[in-house]
T-cell receptor, first 115, second 111 residues
Framework: DAGVIQSPRHEVTEMGQEVTLRCKPISGHDYLFWYRQTMMRGLELLIYFNNNVPIDDSGMPEDRFSAKMPNASFSTLKIQPSEPRDSAVYFC?????????????FGEGSWLTVV | SQQGEEDPQALSIQEGENATMNCSYKTSINNLQWYRQNSGRGLVHLILIRSNEREKHSGRLRVTLDTSKKSSSLLITASRAADTASYFCATVPSGNTPLVFGKGTRLSVIA
């Protein structure tokens, strides 16, 4: 079975440019999560969706970040305009159910470098 | 804010030795999970232990949970070079919110 699929795997962009990260969750999973990982801050939850509806976006750093889930098989995380401090690995993950007892399945990440 | 904190931050051992990593958390939990992340890859679920369990085994992995001390440990026995990775504990601070991960322990197993 295909896991969580993210694209692009690597992106280098210039400050001020728009960045769009894409995610296809595991089919049948009701929850989708966007995490960001940096050395300094570790793994941070940015936003999560349940049945395509955003539930909690309190982790989104600022208005430059936005996320959408137009259907059950696709989500995007957009940064506009990008800044060097946005450089990080962005992970999309999905799970069948919510709550602490459920396994979260991660994609391989999108490595973003903003210069 | 971090719910779980792993200790040590980094650990280097020889192949064949046992590796122990610890996790402390702040609030009451229903269960606790451990994940592994190989370099350049996503996190992969290893094991889940429920709050009413004290110990759980999976292959060479042994996880313990002490809810009175709000701590858990992950033991990898007879380590191999392929165990080199970062290991994270994850819990849910409250209700039905998503998992919150610690910063992880970086394990290096030297052949």
């Amino acid at each position: 079975d295909a896991g969580v699929i993210q694209s692009p795997r690597h992106e280098v962009t210039e400050m001020g440019q728009e960045v769009t990260l894409r995610c296809k969750p595991i089919s049948g999973h009701d929850y989708l999560f966007w995490y960001r990982q940096t050395m300094m801050r570790g793994l941070e939850l940015l936003i999560y969706f349940n049945n395509n509806v955003p539930i909690d976006d309190s982790g989104m750093p600022e208005d430059r970040f936005s996320a959408k889930m137009p259907n059950a098989s696709f989500s995007t995380l957009k940064i506009q305009p990008s800044e060097p401090r946005d450089s990080a690995v962005y992970f999309c993950a999905s799970s069948l159910y919510g709550g602490s007892g459920n396994t979260i399945y991660f994609g391989e990440g999108s490595w973003l470098t903003v210069v | 804010s971090q719910q779980g904190e792993e200790d040590p931050q980094a650990l280097s051992i020889q192949e064949g030795e046992n590796a122990t990593m610890n996790c402390s958390y702040k609030t009451s939990i229903n269960n606790l999970q451990w994940y592994r992340q190989n370099s350049g890859r996503g996190l992969v679920h290893l094991i889940l232990i429920r709050s009413n369990e004290r110990e759980k085994h999976s292959g060479r992995l042994r996880v313990t949970l002490d809810t009175s001390k709000k701590s858990s440990s992950l033991l990898i026995t007879a380590s191999r070079a392929a165990d080199t990775a970062s290991y994270f504990c994850a819990t849910v601070p409250s209700g039905n919110t998503p998992l919150v991960f610690g910063k992880g322990t970086r394990l290096s197993v030297i052949a």
